[in-house]
């Protein structure tokens, strides 16, 4: 390419000339001679792009229409007729008869462009036998040129120094932002562990009223590495989205935080499965339409997720779910308004930084010492965190949060107090236990209450006199016990067991509660249509619904547990004579083992 004062040339003897206003081409007439021929408006390629993981190439077309000049970014495949006639559409001056001699230039304008790689991964990454982090730019040990070009904004702004200002003013010295911190620095752990080892992404969910700084918090938690807000690709997206497009936003990062703000605005009914595939780091196995596997997206990362209400009012599966989330709820973040308000506005104007220099720093340590790090804090929490079967696996989850804490410590000079973080992970997991084993005790407590006051159900086969009705006992395979809604709330809520949801999902789980689908209660039948004062006595309706049946919940329980409570089905005349005897008896033995003959009594 040659430049003047007026045009650029391109190609062999200088054949292509553009100006300000157009393309022109050399060409000869008929007799020879040679003139310049209009090509098309002005259009250039100013900007080829590589990425580093695909190999895709694509352009910065800058073009001329209606007196402005604008841009529009293609792919190179689009460099072929009928592609590029397309985007005329957008005003480009390209018809028919000139498309063949545009795509001429520009395959030679090319070549002199300015040329770049570009990534659009995040976090970690193993190449040649070294290992990198793929921020803004790459981070590691001589690493390639390469500028992040994907879906957030994770590019610097301000600087270290004015991040760490408005850190140890506004976050040092309360535990719970000092935690949210850590969260988000806990990433770049997690992805650098799973490359050694099987490690579950780390999933916190914050919950609580409006009032109590969640999204500052989550703002604390992603600022260290990207914009920590919703908009303009910032690092806070939102529940909003389906299935599919929130799993997108996960693909491909091993090592940056990412916030999904308000679940409620989720119109899933069961995260339960969005949830464990989060925590195991893949998508699911689907099928191309020629019938092979589609290549499996993976990710290692942290997700803090936020909103007013629990997580796990969205999920049928507690038990497993509370081992790989963990919730802070009903927790003041932010000391005041003007605490909320100073970090928001300066963590938007501060970002990015630090979150590259605690990487250096991990790989100053190298990988076996992280491990290490994690090992010891592992071991820490096994030692000081509530006894139950999960022990060790939560100690992992959480060791990692004291190691990442100690070492941003560590490389950024900041005294984060982990002594009280501790004690605010033993009351999350003394909390979280207790959940997990709610089920089991409701359902112990419950037994317990029906078979002590089992007076007030009405017992197949056997006559009941009593003046109020809690439901019905009924003998199956197992014993049946249906209970009136407002009865069973009211025992639950008597053993201090405040929420029927939880219990009746893990009940549902166990195989203790007998269902209608979708639901957690049933329909039996209870009491008889001339049962009017019964009723009224019981707190029900003064009629029951179609067929006579009313809604309740149906307990399921062996029975010998029953038995053991004395609550047996008393058999009829008929269901006796129909039981299977033993026939042609004609001895037995005596206690002391002697065989005595029946003749013996005639």
Known sequence: ???????????????????????????????????????????????????????????????????????????????????????????????????????????????????????????????????????????????????????????????????????????????????????????????????????????VHIYGNSTKGKTTAAQVAVSAFGRPSKNKKGLIKSWSATHNAIVALLRDNYGVPLVLDETSMNTLKDLTSLLYMFAENREKERMTKEGELRKQRSWSTTIISTAEHSLFQKTNENAGLRMRAFEFGNITWTSSAKNSDNLKKGLLENYGHAGIKFVRYLLQLGVEKVVERCEKWKAYCEQNLTKTEFLSRVSEKFGVFLATAEMVNESLGLSLDLESMMNVLYEVEKEAAFEREIGEKAYQYMVERVMRHSKYFRIESQKFDGNECWGKITFRDKVEVSIFPHKFEQLLKEGNFSDPKVVCKEWKQKGYLKTESGKYTNRRKVLEPSDIELRKNSGLEPLAGSKGEDRVYVMVMDKERAEEYGICKILSDKEIARMPRKKNISAFESDEGEEINIKDFD
């Open 1 to 203: 390419m040659t430049t003047g004062k007026k045009y650029e040339e391109y190609g062999k003897d200088g054949q292509w000339r553009l100006t300000s206003k157009g393309l022109w081409v050399k060409d000869e007439d008929k007799s020879g001679k040679k003139f310049w021929r209009f090509v098309s408006k002005y259009l250039k390629i100013t900007n080829v792009r590589q990425v580093m993981e695909t190999n895709d190439v694509a352009f910065t077309l800058r073009y001329l229409y209606q007196g402005q000049y604008r841009t529009e970014e293609i792919i190179r495949d689009q460099l072929q007729p009928n592609e590029f006639q397309k985007l005329s559409r957008k005003g480009v001056d390209v018809i028919y008869s000139n498309v063949k001699d545009i795509l001429q230039f520009l395959r030679i304008q090319e070549a002199s462009a300015p040329y770049e790689t570009v990534h659009n991964r995040m976090g970690w990454e193993e190449a040649e036998d070294q290992l990198y982090f793929k921020h803004h730019t790459i981070i590691g040990n001589n690493p390639p040129a390469s500028t992040y070009c994907g879906d957030y904004n994770i590019e610097p702004k301000g600087t270290l120094e004015g991040w760490l200002d408005i850190i140890r003013s506004e976050v040092i010295g309360n535990t719970h932002l000092e935690l949210a911190l850590v969260f988000g620095f806990s990433a770049p752990v997690v992805g650098l562990l799973s490359k050694v080892k099987d490690m579950d992404t780390l999933i």
